[in-house]
């Protein structure tokens, strides 16, 4: 402990000679850590004498919906020393939870206490696991001192540096009344109508902004497309912008592993009841009617996924979720096109939303600095692991403070001039660019070869990635596996729980096996990937259809094969929407939107040869001289993905095959800093 006092202190002796450039005029940041800038946000939310001493909490306070609906919200608020709040009107923060703000309670009450915070952060430091079977453990450990649980529970600094602060159970959540909504339409109207609410409160200036991770990402997200006036600011934290693409049916698969999981989670906790209320006697009895009419939100169309046999006998429930004009289709999409606040997305190469949050920073249409993207190489849980360290980004926490200073209380702090993309490259470690994906990036193809590459002898087959198109015609089989349940995408969609094991999560040697892999050469020089990788494949089906998954992995030279990005597709559903894909100028698809709908799909005939472009999520990484690239074809993917049980009945399960021909020849269109020649 005396060593940490001495470190703190020390760290607070060189920022607090950074902290005039915060608020004398602002210091441009550096890289990824921000530089003196950096510096400079850290000490202003890490030092210990913040405006107001203490933090007044105004417990389950209700707030009515226009349907009568009553929420319930915990509200903090500064406070003087003895705990009576402030008169001064400050900022509002809104976090709108389905996970219940009694999780928010005690979750901030553990990681924010005095002895305890410091305590675990000292014993977190302590932990190294590179290298060991369990690395990704130490990922997961690295996020909780990388700031991002503060942003899904409440910070207490920030309350007590002027900002009041609202944490709100979604309707049918928590101890609000209602039935749990999932985001549609009803809900959305629900977080505009607290937001005008907290704007006209008397301890408010009526400048509002939103915090929250995940489900409260998204809901920042749906709120910020309809620019309340009050809004001013968002820093969503791991948000989705279509959760149908994203989480629901990924490439027309039902997302196996995350949704029964999250489902269960919400589910379970919405019922526990508010028992203080039942000791005084005001126990909500509206309440409890709510949640014995709707107990288990959503599962109906799970089951439905699960257990229906064909596509005639599709519940209306699911149905809708296949329809893009149905009501869930238009209520869960982003529409970041319509977004106007300085949003600042915080995302992660492995998260279940990793698509959408390139997208959404994309489409938003505000200056570059108004909106910003920090993408690290993290799962769903793990935003933030290693922030702080040096050349990494700032704290989650950090970054949080310096954003809402700058939009809400008009502090020139120079959080505007940061990024506007800090990417960690794979391979590299953290970097600054102007975009993403980053500019001067050369499309080029490289061809599925059968000729062994002599690197992958454990696969199904190895064959060859070549700049240099094939004469070959041979057909390459792969079948339905189960041994993906040990890769990278396990750990995507378990939200990083099953990545803890380096054999899984940074190896994906053990499902290759399952796998047809395509290797490249060893790299002479080194040269980075930024962007989307497209696997255009010749296929041909043993039935009417199939499932086709991919991961793009760097080869190590000792073997060692990490995945760097992935995707999937039902053959049936491989339709595109040109108008919202992207093409190479050669006409190649680089980026395919899927219509994802009944009326598009395609049944395939059996024995005939179909093309299909099976599309990577994006990603940022350097490969390294002597390192290779590799692409692993699989026909199954659990369980990031299992076919919906119609889909999956049509396939039988039957072996899928790579009809090699050079007048169609399979290849991936790649995006390097590089050509590659060889």
């Known amino acids: 402990m005396k060593r940490l006092a001495l470190l703190t202190a020390a760290l607070g002796a060189t920022a607090a000679l950074m902290a005039p450039a915060a608020t004398a005029g602002a210091v441009t940041p550096v890289g990824p850590s921000g530089g003196r800038a950096g510096k400079a ?56 939870t389905p996970y219940t703000k009694l999780v928010s309670t005690i979750a901030a009450e553990t990681l924010q206490h005095p002895i305890l915070a410091p305590l675990t952060k000292q014993i977190v430091d302590m932990i190294n696991l590179t290298g060991t079977p369990i690395e990704g453990l130490g990922d997961i450990l690295k996020a909780q001192t990388g700031g991002a649980f503060r942003t899904f529970t409440v910070d207490k600094t920030l309350v007590r540096a002027g900002y009041s602060f609202i944490v709100v159970d979604v309707r049918g959540t928590g101890f609000s009344q209602g039935k749990w909504d999932v985001f549609k339409q009803r809900e959305q109207k629900d977080t505009i109508e607290v937001i005008d609410w907290a704007s006209k409160q008397r301890f408010s200036n009526g400048k509002v902004g939103m915090t929250g991770m995940s489900y409260s990402a998204i809901n920042q997200i749906y709120a910020a497309n309809q620019n309340p006036p009050a809004l001013k600011a968002i820093f969503p934290l791991v948000p989705g912008g279509d959760l149908v693409r994203d ?81 869930e289709r238009r209520g869960w999409l982003d529409h970041a096109d319509r977004i106007k606040v300085p949003t600042m997305i915080t995302g992660g190469w492995f998260d279940l939303f990793t698509n959408s949050e390139v997208r959404m920073f994309n489409m938003i249409p505000l200056p570059l600095g108004q909106k910003q993207l920090v993408m690290g190489e993290a799962y769903h849980i793990t935003p933030g692991a290693g922030h702080g360290a040096r ?94 349940l040990c890769s990278r995408d396990a750990g995507q969609q378990t939200a990083g729980v099953t990545s803890i094991f380096r054999f899984c999560g940074k190896d ?103 093309q299909i472009d099976l599309g990577l999520l994006p990603t940022e990484a350097l490969l390294k001289p002597g390192h290779r690239l590799r692409i692993d074809i699989f026909a199954m993917n659990l ?40």
Request: glycine share 8%; proline share 10%; net charge positive.
């Open 41 to 96: 946000w850290a000490y202003t939310q890490d030092k210990q004498n913040q405006r107001y001493p203490g933090v007044h909490i105004d417990w389950d306070v209700p707030i009515r919906m226009s349907d009568g609906t009553v929420l319930k919200a915990n509200v903090y608020r500064p406070a003087h020393a003895d705990g009576s709040p402030v008169r001064t009107k400050t900022p509002t923060i809104v976090n709108m």
């Open 247 to 327: 989480i629901v049916a990924p490439g027309g698969a039902l997302g196996a592993g995350f949704l029964p999981m999250w489902l269960t989670l919400v589910n379970v906790t919405k019922m526990v009841p508010n028992v203080a209320s039942m000791l005084n006697g005001t126990f909500d009895w509206k309440w409890f009617a709510d949640r014995l009419a709707d107990p288990v939100t959503f599962f109906p169309q799970l089951f439905a996924a699960l257990l229906t046999p064909d596509m005639n006998s599709i519940p209306p429930d699911m149905k809708r979720l296949l329809v893009p004009g149905s009501v």
């Open 391 to 484: 050349n990494t980004p700032p704290r989650i926490d950090v970054l949080q403070r310096a954003w809402f200073d700058k939009w809400l209380k008009g502090i020139d702090n120079g959080i505007d001039k940061y990024g506007p993309a800090t990417l960690d490259q794979m391979g590299n470690g953290w970097i600054t660019a102007p975009n993403f994906p980053r500019p001067g990036m050369k499309r080029q193809r490289l061809y599925l070869s059968d000729r062994p590459s002599g690197t992958a002898p454990h696969a199904v087959r190895d064959g060859r990635l070549t700049s240099v198109k094939p004469n070959s015609r041979g057909r390459l089989t792969v079948g339905p596996g189960v041994l993906t």
């Open 508 to 610: 994906n040697r053990i499902a290759e096996h399952n796998a047809l892999t395509f290797t490249t050469a060893p790299m002479r020089k080194a040269r980075s990937i930024s962007g989307y990788t497209n696997l255009r494949i010749n296929a041909v089906m043993d039935a009417t259809d199939g499932y086709w998954t991919a991961m793009l992995t760097d080869v190590a030279p000792n073997g060692e094969s990490k995945v760097i990005s992935s995707g999937q597709i039902m053959a049936s559903l491989r339709a595109i929407d040109k108008s919202q894909s992207v093409f190479d100028a050669n006409g190649d698809v680089i980026d395919p939107f899927y219509v994802m709908s009944l009326a598009s799909r395609k049944r395939v005939k059996p024995g005939v040869p179909v």
């Open 639 to 678: 369980p990031r993905g299992l076919p919906l049980r119609p889909l999956l009945n049509e396939s039988m399960l039957r072996p899928q095959h790579i009809q090699l021909d050079p007048n169609r020849p399979s290849f991936i269109n790649v995006p390097f800093s590089k050509e590659f020649g060889g």
